[in-house]
Every structure is written in structure tokens, then in C-alpha cells.
């Protein structure tokens, strides 16, 4: 069997590490996936448009925000970065318009898959419905991590779990999307950078 490219080897070797995939179950989806290079700034998925494609981050960091009706403002709800997942979920289990926008926060580089192929490889192998079960589990995971961080940490816990989810974001992005992330003012980011670094 040829070897897969070396992006693909990447994707391969991450979802044998999530799921267990074999190669010859891997390889059914070697025509399936595309590969894109987004620009800063650029749309995985907008507002109210139909999630269709599950991404595989192969290079940059991607946001998840909505625009609060009262104030205009940005608001930060997921990060995605390097060798992590990039998907609207809810749209694109349901393929029902989504409520946020995803955008390219760098130049990024992904690599992603149809719904229908996705559900193609679902049929045709165990394994694969295995991928798809974890990585549903994985983005409830996530979301219930975030709700409840807000709930049940305080803002310098948060701080230090989006340095575990996303050790290299700080030097990718603009201080001000952590802080909109983190449901604090600038002022109060820079108090708990400095507090953490004189440990």
C-alpha cells in the first residue's frame, strides 16, 4: 500500500492516537479529504451558513465567536489550534444553520472532509464510526468544559486551562481575543499574566 502524504500522515497518526485506526481503514478516506490554506482573517464557517466540512488543523488557530446584539462586540466561545479538531458541531451534525462564526485568526493550514463522506466512511467501517463517536464525545467534552468554567473557576483557572488546551496561542494572537475568551478586561489579563510569571 503507498504511503499517504505527509499532511495525511499527520491526520492518520492523530486519529490512531484518538480512535485506534489501522491503516487500511484510514486509507478508505485518502481521497476524501481536501486540503485548504486559509488566510488571517478568513471564514471556516459563517454565521448562519450550514456547517458542511469537519477540519484537521494542520498549522494556525481558529475562533469561534458570536457578536453580542446589545454591545456589537466579539465574543470569544471556542479556540481551535494546531492538530485539533475545527468543526461548527451542532450545524454539522444537524446540518442546521449555525449560530457562530469560525475564522482563521493566522494563516492556517487544514486539511477537511464532506459530511456525506464522513457519513460514506461511517458505513463502510466500525472504525470509522468509532472516530466519529469520539469526536463527538470530545466537542460535548469541550463545551461542557466551557460552560462550566464559568460556573464553577475563577478567572486565573481559566487562564491556566486555555494554556493547557493551547500551549502556543498567546504567541499566535492579539491579548484582547484571550481576554474576550476569558470574560475579562484587558487590565485584569495582564494582573494574572503577572501573577502566574512571578511564581
Given at each position: 500500500?503507498?504511503?499517504?502524504?505527509?499532511?495525511?500522515?499527520?491526520?492518520?497518526?492523530?486519529?490512531q492516537s484518538i480512535a485506534g485506526i489501522d491503516e487500511d481503514h484510514f486509507a478508505l478516506s485518502y481521497d476524501m479529504?481536501?486540503?485548504?490554506?486559509?488566510?488571517?482573517?478568513?471564514?471556516?464557517?459563517?454565521?448562519?451558513?450550514?456547517?458542511?466540512?469537519?477540519?484537521?488543523?494542520l498549522?494556525?488557530?481558529?475562533?469561534?465567536y458570536y457578536i453580542d446584539e446589545k454591545t456589537g462586540e466579539d465574543k470569544n466561545v471556542f479556540?481551535?489550534?494546531?492538530?485539533?479538531?475545527?468543526?461548527?458541531?451542532?450545524?454539522?451534525?444537524?446540518?442546521a444553520p449555525c449560530n457562530y462564526y469560525t475564522q482563521?485568526?493566522?494563516?492556517?493550514?487544514?486539511?477537511?472532509?464532506h459530511v456525506n463522506h464522513l457519513q460514506e466512511l461511517y458505513k463502510r467501517s466500525h472504525q470509522w464510526e468509532k472516530v466519529g463517536r469520539l469526536i463527538a464525545e470530545m466537542a460535548f467534552s469541550?463545551?461542557?468544559?466551557?460552560t462550566e468554567s464559568f460556573l464553577f473557576m475563577k478567572?486565573?483557572?481559566?487562564?491556566?486551562?486555555?494554556?493547557t488546551d493551547h500551549p502556543d496561542i498567546f504567541?499566535?494572537?492579539?491579548?484582547?481575543?484571550?481576554?474576550?475568551?476569558?470574560?475579562?478586561?484587558?487590565?485584569?489579563?495582564?494582573?494574572?499574566?503577572?501573577?502566574?510569571?512571578?511564581?
Open positions: 500500500m503507498s504511503q499517504a502524504p505527509a499532511p495525511m500522515q499527520i491526520l492518520q497518526h492523530a486519529l479529504w481536501q486540503h485548504k490554506s486559509f488566510s488571517k482573517n478568513e471564514y471556516y464557517n459563517e454565521y448562519r451558513n450550514v456547517c458542511k466540512h469537519l477540519g484537521f488543523i498549522d494556525g488557530v481558529f475562533r469561534t479556540f481551535f489550534s494546531q492538530h485539533q479538531v475545527v468543526v461548527s458541531f451542532q450545524s454539522f451534525i444537524h446540518q482563521s485568526m493566522t494563516d492556517s493550514q487544514v486539511l477537511y472532509i469541550i463545551a461542557m468544559q466551557r478567572p486565573e483557572e481559566r487562564y491556566q486551562q486555555l494554556i504567541n499566535s494572537i492579539p491579548l484582547y481575543h484571550i481576554s474576550s475568551y476569558l470574560g475579562i478586561q484587558g487590565p485584569s489579563l495582564s494582573r494574572i499574566r503577572k501573577r502566574i510569571s512571578g511564581k
